[in-house]
């Protein structure tokens, strides 16, 4: 590939066939017409340079939006308008290297971006990135003068931490007083953390402390302080430095790809192969699908069974701040571009990695992960037998499904709706009667599998609807009359519960087959997408590829009632109390979401087993959970967060610094058994049919146990039996 330099000739000719083809408004159907314009808008076009294939890949994008998005939008003046905050965002979210006047200098084009995408000229881009790296520039220097300087931690400073809240410095002075409390507040958050670990060493007997350990005086400490910082920020700057053109292209064209909606992605070459590792099985690392949120790299996933999974800290929507290899110095990768941490965490097996990270209380903490092979015959079906003796509540079967999975390649692979029925199987052979199904945190996946899914506990009927742009809804049900399980079902869900996992609540709710367990609401994904090999849209020109890949958003999901799960969600019948209740988390979260609709709904009936006396349902779960200590914590731990998550304005006077961390932590301490005891009574054992593989699996076994030893403790999965058990009488 052509070296891209940051100013770039207009393009002053280009192929009138091109031109023409992408102006053409074809409006055929997806499926037929999307490679058959492609070949025609790649046949007979030579690329001359580097400049032009920007131009073939933006036209090309923009061409599969307008003619295939769900909701084309209008590239007019206000689209123009959002793009400019969209992408300013994206490229310094945290307002550390552009000044006013660069912003005043971007926001000339306010009303001009549409036309330059119509143009596919860059001329906008190629100046942000002109200002952007002389930002870093800038930057560079003003962490360098910063670490030579004297700290004083005694002056009644304050740093915003959170960048939104912080508006652009408004000169160059300003800008380095920003850098120079940034610098600062490294040096004392370590210099703080150093002097705490060294007072809790030397309350130790000598013969107790560290081998290596050593007093230090409070100057060598901000010494040692300041020079972890410069290891960390001299690393971070070299990797900024290295960036190339084509890492910021990225990112502009992911604010426009964003303008659709939060689903509707570009991704390079290297992206779509990171996107194709996370999803294959197997790979060596930690076991966690990440995402860039701006200037923030945010956890969307935990593999079942991976080393992630495995070490019990690191959730879904904790921010990933810093990544160290073993013992050596982190390295902060807030800034960074999704690859280059995914470079940073990814290792060989066996190897350590700490991450720093940020939950989504605004809490920090530090996480050391082995890397592994991530298995991921973890991310399969499986199933328990529960006994809640204390209650008399017996022999109820769990089936935990992380995903929707299905092997579209290998009709022998393993899909998801086959093996929940050998699970139901299996608990129906031990008598089992009635079933929990656990969709807590499953992000979805396979639309057919949820459709044969469902069918497995109505007759024959539909289950969800699915509506292309102007074009009917197609209904989608379960074809099959028989009934594998007839007894009393709760689906158990939770605000990680998106997509497939909604549509699944969504029919059994509707159908009132089960009853639906979990916090306030589902995430609201009711969107389908679909990946686009831009390579296959251009025949020949070899010199242009790999172009990389386009993710876009063609369909939208809706309930048999008429409603869709977008932005809504799925609201249960039985809410249970949850530690993020008080945050807004989900599709609600993300600019430019879809919004919800409704359609017509569809005929629906089903005569296994309806759902009776919900409202009794409803009222005695409330009065459990009034009198359980552990909900009530959980409460009150939900407020803490939501305070802790708005105050994210620190103090650079380290005795105030001090103060406030240490009441921060005794807070937190009243949380920290959360779920960590064994609910009594609660007896959790294997089925007979699974036992002799873990009689030959050591590694497979030592998962099963710690599974097992986590469901001994969930005061969710407690409550679910005492409703099931107001549902069998």
């Known amino acids: 590939m052509a070296t891209f330099v940051f100013i770039r000739r207009y393009i002053v000719s280009r192929s009138n066939l091109v031109k023409q083809l ?29 400049a032009e294939k920007e131009t073939l890949l933006l036209k090309t994008m923009m061409d599969g939006f307008k003619n295939y998005h769900f909701n084309p939008l209008k590239v007019d003046d206000e689209f123009s308008s959002q793009l400019l905050d969209e992408y300013l965002d994206k490229l310094d979210g ?40 002389a930002g870093v520039q800038r930057a560079k220097g003003y962490y360098q003068d910063a670490l030579v300087k004297d700290f004083e931690f005694t002056s009644d400073e304050t740093l915003e931490l959170d960048g939104e809240k912080r508006d652009y410095p408004t000169d160059y002075e300003e800008q380095k007083e920003l850098w120079n409390k940034l610098i600062k507040y490294e040096v004392m958050t370590r210099f703080h953390s150093k002097t705490k670990k060294q007072k809790e060493e030397l309350e130790k007997p000598e013969d107790e402390r560290d081998e290596e350990f050593k007093e230090l005086s409070k100057d060598d400490i901000i010494a040692e302080a300041r020079g972890d910082v410069k290891k960390v920020f001299d690393r971070w700057f070299t990797r900024l430095e290295k960036s190339k053109r084509t890492d910021r292209m990225d990112v502009y064209l992911n604010s426009i790809a964003g303008m659709y909606d939060p689903h509707t992605n570009y991704y390079a070459p290297i992206e ?70 995914v470079s940073y965490i990814r290792g060989k097996k066996g190897t350590e990695v700490r991450l720093t990270v940020k939950s989504a209380d605004g809490t920090e903490k530090v996480i050391s992960i082995t890397r592994d092979v991530v298995i991921m015959d973890e991310g399969f079906a499986k199933s328990l037998l529960l006994n809640y003796e204390k209650e008399k509540v017996n022999n109820i079967g769990y089936i935990y499904l992380p995903r ?21 199987i299996k608990l129906k052979k031990q008598g089992v009667g009635n079933i929990i199904l656990d969709l807590r945190d499953n992000g979805g996946g396979s639309l057919r599998d949820v459709v044969k899914m469902s069918g497995l506990f109505i007759e024959e009927g539909p289950i969800v609807q699915v509506k292309a742009r ?76 790999p172009l990389g890949s386009v993710k876009m958003t063609i369909q939208k999901f809706y309930r048999i009632d008429g409603g869709t799960t977008q932005l809504k969600g799925v609201v249960p019948d039985i809410i249970l109390p949850d530690n ?48 359980n200590e552990t909900f009530r914590l959980i409460n009150d731990n939900a407020r803490r967060l939501k305070d802790v998550r708005e105050d994210s304005e620190v103090s650079l006077k380290l005795e105030t610094f001090a103060e406030e961390k240490l009441e921060e932590e005794k807070k937190a301490e009243k949380f920290e058994g959360i779920m ?54």
């Not at 070949?39 to 690329?47: D, N, R, V």
């Not at 996107?275 to 294959?280: V, W």
């Not at 860039?292 to 800290?313: H, L, M, R």
């Not at 629906?604 to 349902?617: A, F, H, M, P």
Request: charged share 30%; aromatic share 10%; glycine share 6%.
């Open 470 to 545: 102007e074009m009917k809804p197609q209904i989608h049900s379960d074809t099959d009359e028989r009934v594998l399980f007839d007894g009393n079902l709760i689906v158990m869900v939770n605000q990680f519960s998106a997509s497939a996992s909604e549509i699944l609540a969504a029919a059994m709710q509707d159908y009132n087959r089960a009853v639906i367990v979990g916090s306030k609401s589902t995430f609201g994904k009711g969107t389908v997408q679909r990946f686009v090999n831009l390579d296959d849209m251009v025949w020949g020109n070899k010199e242009a590829k």
């Open 580 to 627: 993020f209740q008080d945050i807004d988390l989900g599709e609600k979260e993300y600019d430019h979401a879809m919004e919800w609709s409704k359609i017509e709904p569809v005929k629906y009936s089903q005569n296994v087993r309806q759902v009776k006396n919900i409202d009794k349902l409803k009222s005695n779960s409330r009065k459990r959970i009034q009198l």
């Open 272 to 341: 779509k192969q990171n996107f194709d590792i996370s999803m294959s099985g197997r790979l060596e690392g930690i076991g966690a699908r990440l995402q860039s949120d701006g200037e923030e790299t945010k956890v969307t996933e935990i593999v079942s069974g991976g080393p992630a999974w495995k070490e019990g800290t690191l959730q879904p929507n904790d921010i990933i701040i810093k990544v160290a290899q073993g013992e050596e110095e982190p390295v902060v990768v807030t800034g960074m571009l999704i690859n280059e941490v």
């Open 94 to 133: 945290g307002k550390r290297f552009l000044v006013l006047d660069d912003v005043k200098q971007l926001s000339k084009y306010r009303l001009d971006l549409d036309d330059a995408i119509e143009k596919g000229s860059y001329d906008f881009f190629d100046l942000s990135v002109l200002l952007y790296e």
């Open 22 to 50: 992408i102006a053409m408004n074809f409006k055929r159907s997806f499926y037929f017409s999307l490679p058959f314009i492609f070949f025609f808008l790649g046949a007979g076009f030579t690329l001359n340079d580097a």
């Open 404 to 424: 929707f999975y299905a092997d579209f390649k290998d009709k022998e692979g393993r899909q998801c709706a086959e093996d929940v029925a050998q699970e139901i």
């Open 676 to 729: 960590e005891d064994d609910i009594e009574g609660l007896v959790v054992k294997n089925l007979k049919a699974d036992l002799p593989a873990f009689e030959v699996d050591k590694a497979k076994a030592e998962r099963n146990e710690k599974w097992m030893k986590e469901v001994q403790k969930d005061v969710y999965i407690q409550e679910a039996l005492m409703i099931m058990k107001d549902m069998m009488k």
